[in-house]
């Protein structure tokens, strides 16, 4: 009857809604034994990998003391020596080292599928059962889960293995029943979803991005020559009017188009797009092209696509004609402005290969791009007598374009930046970033009120116009706003440049070490919370997490953030790949609610149990807040790289159990 109780309690820890129960397990295991000849074997453990996930290598990478990197596979084997002995170590598919964004480092992993072998010579055929433990952590692009461990048990006389199901006793049972805390409010756990930026807001974007290109010496004094033509060579106004609106959608379809093979390489391979934009070479060639860029708006130079390209879409334009003419003047005019229209869409095509949208992303940012040029051309075709408020073409579009060129060379160093980081080369510490954008923004003001001069610049004027003062204006208060960030004070971390500049940690200064710890054990933090009348924050976490990590040095460490942490809440550290051996009284065999049995044998065994248990969910970083009587105070998060976002999110909690309390 006891047994039957204690069941009927775990059991119920697992009555959740579907969705909660979908714990993360991205690896699948299929273990054989094969003959190879005479007394020797081949044990066989064949991985399948779901896309996106990694799995790692035996082998540890070479790591300075400060580095972090994943937990290799580990294979262990019973020790029978009466019936079998291990031949050499376990085999591994041979594969070259890849840079893994996660850890910034190059890792030996395997993706989609991985096969080992390890041969054994067998003593004692009759009724030979050989235990195979796996012991494994796999991360994504954004997380890692904690390490499991699989036993199978394989059968020479099947040529076969099943997974080890070792028997529940009512010891188990009981252990498994305290691992489980009664929450009160179990609906406030919600699955975690990936947030991504919104097509819409990418497509904004690459709208402004197209608005701006229109003011370029390229694009601008095209919409009156080409809206002139089609209203005065077309034999009447309709079919002119026609004419203009299809030139514009075959503008915008074009732009549309030239992203489409980046949707081909992200079919082909799904990571492609964001190894591309951790890649070392290419960060370094993205910043080689915006220099270059940059200086070609200053006027040094021009960059152009090759002439006769554009004089045989002319060319086919005017022999041609019709429907088919159209589109070849739409990509004449797409030839043609690429000088203007270039360093803008490497912009664009810079931004998007760096954030988690990928190609579709590209696609929006492209098509918002595409509409902006195309508008006017319809426009202007619709209602020709706006053409008579269009401003003259003459020396402020030369400006606009110096103006872009700043711009221009602030973002190539972005890139450096983001190369400088994976490779620790200390050239782009935090401060120095940062006074190379005040520079810049310096240099914009200065050139804006006539103290530097570039090689296409007109005469200069004794009055300047209006719209140089206001940028000028905008330009100094911007080199105003990043100077506290060139110090070591509290006025140093500029929130609304946050993901631009390298991290607070990667600095000319020593941040010195914040002194924020935690408890290592929920238990003993639930007594403090007790005693002390706080709330309990705990922090699922891992020594491996990489994203942990950052939280701690870049978030945690903001004054505001520790003082809420340290002061308002009892701080609990989780860690679900501690190694740290139980006692023998404190192991358990553990029922898996996904099925099969666990063996808890670790520390991190036993919180990265605790953690899927009670709030169905096994990835790290993983925050909770809840009060000495286990009610979860608001939702979880996970990884929270904006500080202002998780700060919000550690008052509500703290609101919401002041309320309570006040209640009470």
Known sequence: MKKFAILIVVLLSYLAPASAQEFLDPVSWDVSIEKESGDLYNIRMEATIETKWHLYSQIEPAMGPDEIGPIPTEFTYDASPDTYTLVGKTIEPEVP??????????????????????????????DLKINVDIYYSVCDDKQCLPPESKVFEVDLSKGKAEKSVA?????????????????????????????????????????????????????????????????????????????????????????????????????LDPEILNNISTNVTL???????????????????????????????????????????????????????????GPILGSLLGGSLSSDGGAMQLTMGMGGFGLALALPFALFALFPNWLN?????????????????????????????????????????????????????????????????????????KKKPVGNIIIGVAAIAFFLYLLPGLT????????????????????????GDMGISGHKSFYDGLEEAKATGKPIMIDFTGWACVNCRKMEEQVWTREDIFKVINEDYVLVSLYVDDRKELTEDERFNFLK??????????????????????????????????DSDYKVLNEPVGYTPN??????????????????TEKH
């Open 389 to 461: 408020t269009l401003p003259k073409s003459g020396g402020w579009l030369n400006t606009v374009k110096v103006v872009l060129g700043f711009i221009e060379l602030a973002l190539a160093f972005k890139f450096l930046s983001n190369a400088d980081l994976v490779q620790h080369w200390g050239l782009l510490k935090r401060e120095v970033f940062i006074g190379i954008w005040a520079l810049c923004s310096l240099g914009l003001a200065l050139y804006l009120f006539g103290f530097i001069r570039f090689p296409h610049d007109g005469p200069k004027k």
């Open 283 to 341: 960060n370094v060639i993205f910043f080689i092209i915006f220099i270059a860029f940059a200086f070609s708006f200053f006027g040094y130079y021009e960059i152009t696509l090759p002439q006769s390209w554009s004089a045989k879409m002319d060319d086919k334009a005017n022999s041609i004609g019709g429907v088919i003419g159209i589109f070849f003047m739409a990509l004449t005019l797409a030839i043609v402005s690429f000088s203007c229209t």
């Open 97 to 126: 080292p890849y840079f893994d964004p996660i850890f910034d480092m190059d890792i030996v992993f395997f993706e989609n599928k991985a096969v080992f072998f390890q041969q054994v010579k067998v003593i004692n055929p009759k």
């Open 488 to 511: 070591n004070t509290k006025y140093a971390n500029l929130k609304l440049l946050s993901g631009f500049p390298p991290p607070m940690f990667y600095s000319l200064y020593d941040k």
């Open 167 to 267: 028997e529940i006793t009512a010891d188990d049972l009981e252990k498994s029943a305290a691992l489980t805390i009664p929450i009160p409010n179990p609906e406030i756990l919600k699955t975690e979803e990936t947030e991504e930026k919104g097509f819409l807001t990418i497509f904004f974007l690459g709208f402004i991005g197209g608005l701006i290109a229109l003011l370029t010496p390229c694009v601008f004094p095209m919409i009156p020559l080409t809206v002139s033509f089609f209203t005065k060579s077309a034999s009447n106004k309709k079919t002119g009017m026609r004419n203009a609106i299809l030139y514009g959608l075959f503008i915008f379809g074009i732009y549309v188009l030239l992203s489409l093979p980046f949707h081909l390489l992200d079919s």
């Open 643 to 660: 500080a202002d976002e998780y700060l919000l999110w550690l008052q509500e909690g703290l609101n919401n159990y002041i309320g309570e």
């Open 593 to 626: 609610p996904t099925g099969g049995t666990k063996r808890i044998k670790t520390v991190g065994d036993k919180w990265a149990t605790f953690q899927t248990v009670n709030f169905k969910n096994n990835s790290q970083p993983y925050y909770i807040l809840m």
